[in-house]
């Protein structure tokens, strides 16, 4: 089916059905336009030239060639001597920004960096996607409004395999994301494997079974767990930079500690009774903040981590932490008193601040759910703003970095339509794809303010995503809304964004992605 589409797409380009067709590209770039002339016609042993002694490049090339025998049949060359496909860096470009030109003379992608090179090849395979191997001549400028463009995949209530993992990397690199945010652990399972504490993965990367349906009364009476190792961290990590995109590991703290308490009791306030959890929800047990062997834990293993990961950012959750075991805790209390900390909510800051200061002295930077908002944040500390836009917003008044990623627009986890009869199970709530593209991440901010946004990011929990193919259906085609949100945030049109999915969707079918129909039943 896929080589019939492509030789069709081909011989309908070839006879000029395409010619006045503008391109059709997710994101939307900021300037592509065709003049029906003739461009390119796409063959075997085209060559791909990249300049001389440039590794990054050639990498890249050769990645496209793989992507095009793939979805197109297509069997390209890559070499250092002149071929018609052509790579190369542009420093007049911005670091992500790309410019592609086709014409009777060959094709031209040029990057200010080897990403924009890179991001330049992902428009490219849209192209093929919709023209054939038949090119007509066009011009492409492009260049992203956002620096970081996310997604994020829960790793805990449902585990994920590492070539599983790599396939969701493939399908942000293809929509130009460039964050890869990893939720490493939470009270259903502790996921990255820590040396200095082997229980964290013999005891809490395994959960003794997992609720049925909708947090019901039943039980599948089925042991759970996975975990990644170090090297294949590192595999993943090195996966991911090649493709340009950073992964963001995310260590949860003080809250969502159930399955690391487990494995070391003597981490929460009562120092004992704890277990991974198999419901899901929010879970009264957290780390003590009272006692210093607290911090010392989470530096060790904070140590360990920042070791597998590059990224500047590091996310510490900090997200939906109950504080009653801290009321009765006397080391707890005894911290607040004699930090002069009014209430448990500044006793959650002063944890935040302590591990913010850590990271600082190593290098790196903290970024949290927008509770760390909640008794008081450091001026250098990234929100990501989950609750709404509200936090976000809050946290660029007053100078903070920000990410946007609501409830409202960005979790992918909700139902796709009203339909739940016909529907996979989910988290709740419906968030079809054009409530998605409607995100306005500078919403409610003034022009100082908008600076301190950083980007935007979908959210992808797991809770009643039990496989990878259910995880697609759910991410896709909605990543695309957001992609585009974060690439082009202000110049949209629904109706021409779903004309241009048409074409996307027809690369995610030769890729093999799976994707919810509901957005092109006309």
């Known amino acids: 089916m896929k080589k019939t589409i492509l030789l069709l797409l081909a011989?309908?380009?070839?006879?000029?059905?395409?010619?006045?067709?503008?391109?059709?590209?997710?994101?939307?770039?900021?300037l592509a336009v065709c003049d029906g002339d003739e461009g390119l016609q796409l063959a075997d042993g085209v060559r791909i030239s990249v300049p001389a002694n440039n590794v990054v490049l050639f990498r890249v090339a050769e990645q496209f060639a793989q992507w095009m025998e793939r979805e197109a049949g297509l069997r390209l060359a890559v070499a250092e001597s002149d071929g018609p496909l052509r790579l190369t860096l542009d420093e007049s470009l911005g670091a992500e920004a790309y410019r592609l030109t086709v014409g009777p003379d060959g094709l031209l992608v040029a990057g200010g960096t080897e990403a924009g090179v890179f991001y330049g090849l992902q428009s490219l395979r849209q192209l093929v996607s919709q023209y054939g191997t038949a090119l007509p001549a066009l011009r492409i400028e492009d260049e992203p409004t956002f620096a970081y463009r996310g997604t994020m995949l829960d790793c805990c209530r449902h585990f994920f395999t590492v070539d599983e993992v790599k396939t969701f990397i493939d399908i942000?690199?293809?929509?130009?994301?460039?964050?890869?945010?990893?939720?490493?652990?939470?009270?259903?399972?502790?996921?990255?494997?820590?040396?200095?504490?082997?229980?964290?993965?013999?005891?809490?990367?395994?959960?003794?079974?997992?609720?049925?349906?909708?947090?019901?009364?039943?039980?599948?009476?089925?042991?759970?767990?996975?975990?990644?190792?170090?090297?294949?961290?590192?595999?993943v990590v090195a996966y991911a930079a090649e493709r340009f995109i950073t992964v963001v590991p995310e260590i949860e703290m003080p809250g969502h500690a159930s399955a690391a308490l487990?494995?070391?009791?003597?981490?929460?306030?009562?120092?004992?009774?704890?277990?991974?959890?198999?419901l899901w929800g929010v879970?009264?047990?957290?780390?003590?903040?009272?006692?210093?062997?607290?911090?010392?834990?989470?530096?060790?293993?904070?140590?360990?981590?920042?070791?597998?990961?590059?990224?500047?950012?590091?996310?510490?959750?900090?997200?939906?932490?109950?504080?009653?075991?801290?009321?009765?805790?006397?080391?707890c209390q005894r911290r607040i008193r004699e930090e002069g900390l009014r209430d448990e909510n500044e006793l959650q800051s002063y944890f935040i601040h302590r591990i913010e200061r850590w990271l600082n002295a190593h290098g790196r930077r903290l970024i949290g759910w927008d509770e760390i908002l909640d008794g008081g944040v450091s001026p250098t500390a990234a929100v990501m703003s989950w609750r709404g836009?509200?936090?976000?917003?809050?946290?660029?008044?007053?100078?903070?970095?920000?990410?946007?990623?609501?409830?409202?627009?960005?979790?992918?986890?909700?139902?796709?339509?009203?339909?739940?009869?016909n529907e996979p199970l989910a988290w709740g709530g419906c968030l079809p794809l054009s409530k998605v593209y409607e995100l306005d991440p500078y919403e409610g901010l003034d022009s100082l303010a908008q600076r301190c946004v950083l980007g935007v990011q979908a959210n992808l929990w797991t809770e009643?995503?039990?496989?990878?193919?259910?995880?697609?259906?759910?991410?896709?085609?909605?990543?695309?809304?957001?992609?585009?949100?974060?690439?082009?945030?202000?110049r949209r049109n629904y109706d021409d964004f779903l004309r241009r999915m048409e074409h996307l969707r027809l690369l995610y079918g030769a890729c093999?992605?799976?994707?919810?129909?509901h957005p092109f039943a006309h």
């Open 262 to 278: 487990a494995s070391y009791p003597w981490l929460g306030c009562a120092g004992e009774g704890y277990k991974v959890q198999t």
């Open 11 to 30: 011989a309908l380009s070839a006879a000029g059905a395409f010619a006045a067709v503008p391109p059709a590209l997710v994101p939307q770039p900021r």
């Open 512 to 517: 093999g992605y799976r994707y919810a129909p």
């Open 464 to 490: 009643y995503i039990p496989d990878f193919a259910q995880a697609q259906y759910m991410l896709l085609p909605r990543l695309a809304a957001v992609a585009e949100v974060g690439w082009a945030p202000r």
């Open 172 to 235: 942000l690199a293809l929509h130009k994301i460039n964050r890869f945010h990893w939720h490493l652990t939470d009270d259903q399972g502790w996921r990255i494997e820590i040396l200095r504490y082997p229980e964290l993965t013999r005891v809490g990367a395994h959960r003794a079974e997992t609720v049925l349906g909708n947090n019901s009364a039943a039980y599948d009476g089925k042991p759970y767990g996975g975990y990644y190792t170090q090297r294949q961290v590192r595999d």
């Open 283 to 331: 879970f009264p047990e957290v780390f003590c903040a009272g006692r210093d062997t607290t911090f010392e834990f989470m530096e060790e293993v904070l140590d360990e981590v920042i070791a597998l990961f590059p990224s500047e950012y590091i996310h510490v959750g900090g997200d939906e932490c109950p504080k009653e075991s801290w009321k009765r805790c006397p080391e």
């Open 389 to 421: 836009t509200e936090g976000g917003i809050r946290a660029a008044r007053q100078g903070n970095p920000v990410v946007m990623a609501p409830t409202t627009h960005c979790y992918l986890d909700y139902y796709q339509t009203d339909d739940v009869a």
